[in-house]
């Protein structure tokens, strides 16, 4: 096909980039193989618009049926071994032109070799799964198989044409790794979107599904089961072994038991009888041995077959309902066997295998089913005969009681003598003659009846009654036994139920137990804790108990309050005689500085005249300055003789006597200033100390006071900062607004 | 853990809400910030953030000084349906009894609400959903993840259960699987925010994917199992398995996405065959939440979109 080849240049193969917009895209991802059966008949039932639309229904379903479930076998027989979580992932898709069935799993990297005509299979894996691929390539219409070596990824996608001889070529390889044009993913707008099975029809399908089994389960017989399969559309053509209800019944509560291996899951859906897919080697050639043994069996049963088909209880168009018809165990196994073994029949070998051929070899298995049921049939009339002779054997014993009546009535007639006697025993031998002579027509009637079953069983013809019993009973048996196993299966599911309950509610006892026992373990250390405080606090309410009954405390209290109380005042007192030594030094000092200060004051205004006096003879020696240098202009101005003749005079001479004394006016104007800045700093000085002596007498009152209420007071440190001016100090320890304006004043 | 925060008492009044004790486990995934109330300072501080395993040092102080208090309510007053979902998930994805399409079919009904959540960051939903439902990270991983890097960590976290929960939207509903995949999801974010040399970047090339995958194999990360191949390719070849459509690599790309971690057209991610299988999924609910992200991740890059584009 076209397709393939595009799909051979891909990187990446979505199965709803190969259709066309209108198509609908479906996907699954299996963990488990148990319901693979349920997962392609709802795939099958979502499809069943474009089924129906082809020219063989049923063969087609057939066909697609059996492409996936080979192919989901090989993904899960072949998967790559050692990992917790086998995962299968399938698509499928259709427009209104073909189906395109799109499976993937994930292979060791030492499986090579397994597509058919590209090279030899490595190992058994490989022979495996190309004997499955070509299978799926004699199915379907196109077949391409994509390999991912790096990750070991393995797609099969396989096409299959609504039309009828749209056959493609063989099986198409495509290395992944080789492929160097990396395409891009389609990314036109109208693609399809892909949609879990989950979002199909799932509550329809599994409402049809439980009707379809509740009907095989009633119905008992073959005959009404084939009738509804035939009419009830496409969900009824299901498997189902009427037989053996209870087995589709419970697989699953079985199953249950061994879910940890999926395989045993596997061969748990399946009859007892059936070995398991997912083994060894060995059990693919046994399966290929059955199988042409089969074969065989088919062939010398072909008489039987054209028999069958002679009574129209079989036709080759109801082929793909054969498990159904035949209703066995067997017919399953054949169906399983052909679909799953690895060998496979000779002849579908080649490409010009088509549908006659498949019709061909399931006509022959319907023969091997028919000859099945023919021995069945067989062993029914045996049945019968035996209830026959049982009869003839009962008709034999009336006999011989009637014969017996009869001697008994002669002997009673002779012994009678009366005449009234007489006439009572002639009304009741008139009597008994009557029923005897019913009773021979009975016999008679009898005979006629056991002589007709007789020739009609010599004839091979089973009578209608017989066989309405046989009938009657069948049903009544499988009615009983459905009744049986759906109780059975209720009681399972109940139990199950019920188990499931229990579990619950012990996993939920189970925790509120702990949560109870952490909460219990909590009150126990708050209590544990409360229990330690309580202790205390009795231990020492007992020792006050203990002193107050010894009658010491009071005293004891009291005797050692006064005895601090005596110590803290002698403290005091030392402490109040050091602060007045302290006190009278303090003000002895203040006074001496006082005392200096008022002399510095007295000199200062000594000096204060002479300093105006000085300051007034600057002025006058800055004035005559003046005086000399504006004549010296005028000089310059006026005449150079002139100007001679006054420095040769006088002038000379009272210029330097100026200048001298003007040098000495400078030098005591500036050892004037020197001596006004000594003062100036003395002052300052002494303004300093007396604020800080001010301080300091403050503090020693306030201490004086404190002391003389009788609270021993500690001595504090003088808070002065190195930098902060005094009178800052003075604010920092806390002096009144008084205080405060006397350490202002001298400043002001 | 590091104190976070503190708040004073007078301003969180009624704020906090006590929280019971026996709920916390060493090891848990806490899924909300817990405090602790010093009375000296009259402050509750946070002595651990959400999505933090809880440390044993941690609870041994919780229970000496036994207060607990939360700024948020339990897990079930904030998503009353997380619970449910991740008992019957749980179920689902550890029973073989039902068919795969009714098992996806339920999980998907059951799970149906965490759509809006997957599209919002600051949701919490899908992480502690799936720490409830599959118990992973384990706590060994968290506790060795946490001390190497918290933002790591977080983001780690996030993007792991992101790609777990769409894996499981898709169908790959077994919980060995799973839990695979999401480890090897924690595990190669981790690695490839600490082997990256820009620091935060996911995108690494297959030679350090390697190293990650080594590192996982020689045991150093706890917690974490031996992985299938599949997994093991897909954490050490990744690029590989992108280029050759792998599903699994789709799903990551598609989760960094959706978690700011990678940036992409929005149009390619529209296109994307999973994208479209989840649309295909959940419909219009799904197709909304991915707009609304590119929208807002779109924002995010260009700064806020026009009011007239937007009604537009």
């Not at chain 1, 088509?354 to 045996?382: F, G, I």
């Amino acid at each position: 096909m076209t397709e393939a080849a595009t799909l051979s240049q891909k990187l990446r193969a979505g199965v709803e980039e190969m259709l066309r917009a209108n198509a609908r895209v479906l996907y699954e991802t299996l963990f488990s193989i148990r319901h693979i059966g349920r997962v392609i008949d709802f795939c099958l039932y979502e499809s069943k618009s474009f089924l129906d639309a082809a020219q063989q229904p049923l063969e087609f379903e057939c066909r697609i049926r059996q492409i996936l479930e080979i192919a989901i076998f090989n993904g899960w027989t072949n998967s790559r071994e050692g990992d917790s979580a086998k995962c299968v992932e399938i698509e499928f898709g259709w427009d209104d032109i073909r189906l395109i069935i799109s499976v993937s799993h994930f292979v060791a990297p030492d499986v090579q070799g397994f597509v058919p005509g590209n090279g030899l299979p490595s190992n058994e894996a490989a022979s495996r799964m190309a004997g499955m691929f070509e299978k799926i390539q004699a199915l379907s219409d196109g077949l391409v198989i994509r390999h991912e070596q790096t990750t070991g990824r393995v797609q099969l996608v396989a096409f299959v044409s609504a039309q009828a001889n749209a056959k493609g070529s063989g099986i198409e390889y495509v290395n992944v790794d080789s492929v160097e044009d990396i395409v891009q993913p389609n990314l036109r707008t109208e693609v399809a979107i892909p949609s879990p099975l989950s979002t199909g029809k799932v509550r329809e399908f599994l409402q049809d599904e439980r009707e379809d089994e509740k009907k095989s389960k009633t119905s008992g017989l073959r005959g009404a089961a084939r009738e509804d399969a035939s009419t009830a559309g496409l969900s009824n053509w299901k498997v189902k072994r009427l037989d053996q209800p209870k087995q589709d019944a419970e697989p699953e509560f079985k199953s249950l038991e061994k879910k940890s291996d999926p395989k045993e899951a596997l061969t748990s859906e399946r009859t007892e009888a059936e070995p398991s897919l997912a083994e060894t080697p060995e059990k693919n050639k046994e399966d290929d041995q059955f199988l042409t043994s089969l074969m065989k069996k088919a062939g010398e049963g072909e008489d039987l077959a054209s028999d069958s088909e002679q009574k129209g209880k079989a036709s080759g168009k109801d082929w793909g309902r054969i498990s159904e018809k035949s209703g066995g165990a067997a017919d399953r196994v054949i169906d399983d066997r052909i679909v799953v073994s690895g060998g496979g029949p000779q002849d579908l070998t080649d490409e010009e295998l088509n549908v006659k051929d498949l019709k061909e070899k399931y006509s022959e298995d319907l023969q091997q089913v028919l000859r099945a049921k023919d021995a069945q049939m067989a062993l029914k009339s045996k049945h019968y005969q035996d209830q026959i002779d049982h009869l003839n054997s009962k008709v034999e014993a009336l006999k011989a009681e009637k014969q017996t009546l009869v001697n008994r009535q002669a002997s009673g007639s002779s012994l009678s003598s009366s005449s009234s006697e007489f006439i009572d025993g002639q009304e009741k031998a008139e009597s008994k003659e009557h029923v005897l002579a019913d009773f021979e027509e009975l016999d008679v009637k009898f005979q006629k009846l056991v002589e007709r079953y007789q020739s009609e069983i010599e004839k091979g013809v089973v009578p209608e009654s017989a066989r309405a019993w046989a009938k009657g009973f069948m049903e009544d048996m499988l009615k009983d036994r459905a009744a049986l196993n759906d109780r059975a299966r209720a009681v399972a599911t109940h139990l199950k139920k019920k188990e499931f309950d229990f579990k619950t509610q012990e996993t939920a006892l189970r925790e509120e137990i702990r949560l109870k026992d952490e909460q219990l373990r909590q009150k126990e250390l708050s209590l544990s804790k409360t229990k330690e405080t309580l202790t205390n606090t009795l231990k020492s309410l007992e020792e006050t108990k203990r002193l107050a009954s010894a009658g010491n405390l009071d005293k004891n209290e009291f005797n050692q309050k006064l005895a601090s109380t005596e110590r803290n005042l002698e403290v005091s007192k030392e402490a109040h005689q050091k602060l007045i030594v302290r006190f009278e030094e303090l003000q002895k000092k203040w006074q001496e500085d006082s005392s200096a200060r008022i002399l510095l004051q007295q000199e200062l205004s000594k000096q204060k005249p002479l300093t105006e006096e000085l300051k007034r003879q600057n002025k006058e020696l800055q004035m005559k300055l003046m005086q000399v240098s504006s004549g010296s202009n005028q000089q310059k101005s006026g005449g150079a003789a002139h100007d001679l003749n006054r420095r040769s005079g006088s002038g000379a001479e009272s210029e330097a006597e100026v200048r001298h004394k003007l040098d000495q006016a400078n030098k005591l104007s500036k050892a004037m200033k020197d001596e006004l800045e000594r003062t100036r700093k003395r002052f300052d000085e002494l303004k300093l100390e007396e604020t800080n002596l001010r301080i300091e007498l403050v503090r020693v009152q306030g201490q004086l006071k404190a002391a003389t209420k009788g609270q021993p007071q500690q001595p504090q440190k003088p808070q002065t900062q190195r930098g902060s001016t005094p009178l800052h100090n003075a604010g920092a320890t806390g002096p009144t607004l008084g205080q405060q304006s006397v350490a202002k004043k001298p400043k002001s | 853990m590091a104190q976070v925060t503190a708040d004073s008492a007078e301003q969180s009044q009624g704020k906090y809400k006590t929280v019971d004790l026996t709920t916390l486990r060493v090891g848990m995934l806490v899924d909300r910030p817990l405090y602790m109330f010093l009375p000296s300072q009259n402050k509750y501080v946070c002595m651990i953030r959400e999505l933090h395993p809880l440390e044993e040092r941690t609870l041994e102080k919780f229970k000496r000084l036994g207060n607990v208090y939360s700024s948020l309510g339990t897990l079930g007053e904030r998503f009353p349906k997380l619970r449910r979902s991740a008992v019957i998930v749980n179920e689902l994805c550890e029973s073989t009894d039902v068919p795969s399409f009714d098992k996806n079919r339920r999980i998907r009904r059951a799970t149906r609400w965490l759509v809006p959540h997957l599209f919002d960051q600051n949701s919490l939903a899908t992480v502690l959903f799936f720490y409830r439902t599959f118990r992973i990270p384990v706590s060994e991983t968290l506790f060795y993840v946490a001390d190497l890097s918290i933002e790591n960590y977080e983001k780690s976290v996030r993007l792991s259960t992101t790609a777990g929960l769409i894996a499981l939207w898709l169908g790959y509903s077994n919980a060995s699987f799973i839990r695979q995949f999401v480890e090897t999801a924690f595990c190669e974010a981790i690695a490839a925010q600490g082997l990256s040399s820009e620091g935060g970047s996911f995108l690494l090339s297959d030679e350090q994917r390697r190293k990650a995958l080594q590192l996982i194999e020689s045991k150093k990360v706890p917690g974490v199992p031996m992985l299938d191949q599949r997994f093991k390719s897909l954490l050490a070849s990744q690029n590989t398995c992108k280029a050759l459509g792998d599903e699994l690599v789709e799903v990551l790309e598609f989760s960094r996405w959706v978690c700011g971690q990678e940036q992409m057209n929005f149009q390619r991610v529209e296109q994307m065959r999973i994208a479209r299988k989840l649309i295909g999924q959940f419909g219009g609910l799904f197709k909304r939440g991915l707009s609304a992200r590119g929208t807002k991740l779109r924002e995010v890059v260009d700064g806020p979109v026009p009011k007239a584009k937007v009604a537009a």
